[in-house]
């Protein structure tokens, strides 16, 4: 024990030095820990879940027809504006393609287990969107 006193007692300044250290890296470790915003947080989180269901919706819908199933675009244009709004995930493009459409349509009428997985998607993401 006597030892141990001697050795602390010799070594004064390098032991203040390491106490002082550690003190400041642990007041570092906290400052950084506590500039964490949960509210800025959940904020991106629900904008980012947003996005996500928006790429995973069709933006069509298939209803039956005396001809066999029908794609109904849920693309519309307000009155007044050169915007298309998709009724289901506000998705707001410029420029509505016809022929775009109709190839997706035909897309996903040939693989309906994929616009089936899709929508399962999107269903997920928006919901934690809300």
Sequence with gaps: MGELARLLFENVGAVIA?????????????KVSVQFDLNEFLKARKK????????????????????????????????????????T????????????QKRNSEYWLKNPS?????????NYHAKRAI
């Design 114 to 122: 994929q616009f089936k997985r899709n929508i399962r998607k999107y």
């Design 89 to 100: 995930c506000q998705l707001i493009i410029n420029n509505f393609n016809q022929e775009e």
């Design 18 to 30: 390491i106490i002082v250290v550690l003190t400041l890296s642990i007041i570092a470790i906290f």
């Design 48 to 87: 980012r879940h947003a996005r996500k269901a928006q790429h995973y919706c069709a933006h069509m819908e298939f209803q039956d027809h005396k001809d066999g199933l029908m794609c109904i675009s849920l693309f519309e244009s307000p009155s007044g504006t050169n915007q298309w709004i998709c009724k």
